[in-house]
């Protein structure tokens, strides 16, 4: 993967909705659940806008704490408007932690790749796409390898 931040900047400006609603949420979260099943990932997977969950789904062999950490990754994308892989790899970049720089605690807010931003083309972020379970670079991995096949299909 490539994690340059130039090129994290250009997922998130290709991987945009023309729309999203609750069924877009339901037919997007069920292809995460399908890719995950079929490879045996132990994943929880969140797709919320800024007011409400639309889809939450939980694999055999996750915990709790995946909770905990979408939570703190959706508070983190909400928060700067950018996916939390870009975000923590800036930090790293720069060398300073997000205490440092923003003097929010990494308790509440998790700079750590899985959470995108549900971007409308000509609105801006509405929520948030996140998974929790895997590596940080896998979990971001997911999220854009599924965002981009489910906009293929879409289109």
């Not at 132990?42 to 996750?62: N, P, Q, R, V």
């Not at 060398?95 to 000509?122: M, Q, W």
């Not at 940080?136 to 096949?149: F, N, P």
Request: charged share 25%.
């Amino acid at each position: 993967m490539n994690d340059s931040l130039e090129a994290i900047l250009r997922q998130e400006e290709e991987l945009q909705f023309s729309s999203f609603n609750e069924h877009d949420a339901w037919k997007l979260g069920s292809l995460f659940v399908e890719r995950a099943q079929s490879a045996a990932l132990a994943i929880s997977i969140d797709i919320s806008t800024k007011d409400k969950i639309l889809f939450h789904y939980s694999c055999l062999g996750t915990n709790p704490d995946n909770e905990l950490w979408i939570a703190r990754k959706k508070n983190l994308v909400n928060r700067f408007g950018h996916s939390s892989w870009y975000f923590g790899q800036k930090l790293k970049r720069d060398g300073v932690t997000l205490e440092e720089r923003y003097y929010v605690s990494e308790r509440d807010y998790a700079p750590h790749g899985g959470c995108f931003p549900l971007a409308i083309k000509n609105t801006g972020i509405i929520g948030t796409i996140t998974v929790s379970g895997l590596p940080q670079e896998e979990d971001h991995a997911l999220v854009v390898e599924t965002i981009a096949a489910y906009l293929r299909e879409k289109r």
